[in-house]
DNA sequence: CTTCAATTCTTGAATATTCAATATTTTCCA
DNA sequence: TGGAAAATATTGAATATTCAAGAATTGAAG
């Protein structure tokens, strides 16, 4: 039986945020060279596969609500990195897709996230980080 | 070497936002119960050892910013779930206290927390949810 | 002792996010 | 077919968060 008076510390929701928190700030510290939210770059790589992707289908896969990713995706058409396509298939749908200046971008991008990821696997270990991989997906596989 | 064009999902950064995510939807789900957001949880359950906690030892306690947790704790004072003190030993600080009705809604909460958890363990397993914690405490120790 | 830098918290303006409502198109079924 | 219900995306108002500046206190160095 779980303790309800454990501290804060010990339950997986909370350290859920706080390594979420400290990885996203030191992407966000490297990203921020170029002047590029996360979630941006989140979006470029989910479009960097050339195909058109619906904003519901954008939504989830960069983790953002509907209204928060059209807010943003406004932004990134003012920048001439990503733009819309009307789907001739179901007029309702909106398909997104990179631009070349897009791309430009998204390749820079890549390599600073690697370059963490790099860093990751040097301070923390190989085995670990593949180890927790493993289980963070099989955690999110069993929320569904 | 990392790949810098695998997917977004191989990223431990966005395995991560994405456990994350979900684990606080569903924490979000049974605190709403009593109308309560994860944040002021987090803020009952420090103040709960009944010591003064200074803003800004809470502000790291519970991931928030400081401006961000002013304005949290001015609405849990209004609600009386805090209060403030002035500190008697440094009068730049302010101590914040959980008060007798905070502390009978921390219970309420700690008990849909262990809910959660509880349903946790069943789904995901024991010994995951165990290794899981270990291998989380100790990414964020390696990245201080 | 006094003044200047550092610490702590709060405030206000700018920005971002969310909720609810709307517009458009498609799907379904009677 | 016709028309109601569902799906998709956007908008606008309400809310929340953040950044930069400010106020108060302490520490520390000359």
């Given at each position: 039986?779980?303790?309800?008076?454990?501290?804060?510390?010990?339950?997986?929701a909370?350290?859920?945020?706080?390594?979420?928190?400290?990885?996203?700030?030191?992407l966000?510290?490297?990203?921020?060279?170029?002047?590029?939210?996360?979630?941006?770059w989140?979006?470029?790589?989910?479009?960097?596969?050339?195909?058109?992707?619906?904003?519901?289908?954008?939504?989830?896969?960069?983790?953002?609500?509907?209204?928060?990713?059209?807010?943003?995706?406004?932004?990134?058409?003012?920048?001439?990195?990503?733009?819309?396509v009307?789907?001739?298939?179901?007029?309702?749908?909106?398909?997104?897709?990179?631009?070349?200046?897009?791309?430009?971008?998204?390749?820079?991008?890549?390599s600073?996230?690697?370059?963490?990821?790099?860093?990751?696997?040097?301070?923390?270990?190989d085995?670990?980080?593949?180890?927790?991989?493993?289980?963070?997906?099989?955690?999110?596989?069993?929320?569904?």
């Amino acid at each position: 039986m779980a303790k309800s008076n454990a501290p804060i510390t010990e339950h997986l929701a909370y350290l859920l945020a706080q390594a979420n928190r400290e990885i996203n700030r030191q992407l966000e510290l490297r990203l921020s060279k170029e002047g590029v939210p996360v979630e941006q770059w989140r979006i470029l790589k989910v479009l960097s596969d050339g195909n058109g992707h619906s904003m519901g289908e954008l939504a989830d896969a960069v983790l953002l609500n509907h209204p928060t990713l059209t807010k943003m995706i406004d932004r990134m058409v003012s920048d001439t990195l990503v733009y819309r396509v009307q789907d001739p298939n179901d007029r309702r749908k909106v398909l997104m897709f990179i631009s070349d200046r897009g791309k430009v971008l998204c390749k820079k991008l890549n390599s600073l996230a690697v370059d963490q990821e790099e860093h990751i696997l040097e301070s923390y270990g190989d085995k670990s980080t593949s180890e927790l991989k493993r289980l963070l997906e099989s955690l999110i596989d069993s929320s569904n």
